[in-house]
């Protein structure tokens, strides 16, 4: 098993259910970031909301920064089920 590798998500039906898990959390990261910097953008019109709409922007900025972590510990967990002495990464 190579680390992110597509077809390792079809190695067992194990496999299957902790992509489909992570596939989840990672839509609904990608749709919560994207829903705080329109609102964020939105409050920026005023000034009286734009301190408001700086930590909607923060908060956004760390949820795309979660999005290759969440890649990560899909990894992890895969490697939990899968053979440990097939991650080695292969040389040209």
């Given at each position: 098993?190579?680390?992110?590798?597509?077809?390792?998500?079809?190695?067992?039906?194990?496999?299957?259910?902790?992509?489909?898990?992570?596939?989840?959390?990672?839509?609904?990261?990608?749709?919560?970031?994207?829903?705080?910097?329109?609102?964020?953008?939105?409050?920026?019109?005023?000034?009286?909301?734009?301190?408001?709409?700086?930590?909607?922007?923060?908060?956004?900025?760390?949820l795309f920064g979660l999005r290759p972590t969440?890649?990560?510990?899909?990894?992890?967990?895969?490697?939990?089920?899968?053979?440990?002495?097939?991650?080695?990464?292969?040389?040209?």
């Open positions: 098993m190579q680390l992110f590798d597509p077809d390792t998500r079809n190695l067992s039906e194990r496999h299957k259910k902790i992509y489909a898990y992570f596939e989840l959390a990672y839509t609904v990261v990608d749709v919560t970031a994207a829903s705080m910097f329109v609102v964020g953008s939105v409050l920026f019109f005023r000034e009286s909301t734009s301190l408001a709409g700086t930590w909607l922007f923060l908060i956004g900025s760390i969440l890649k990560l510990i899909r990894e992890y967990a895969y490697l939990r089920v899968g053979k440990y002495e097939d991650v080695a990464i292969k040389r040209p």
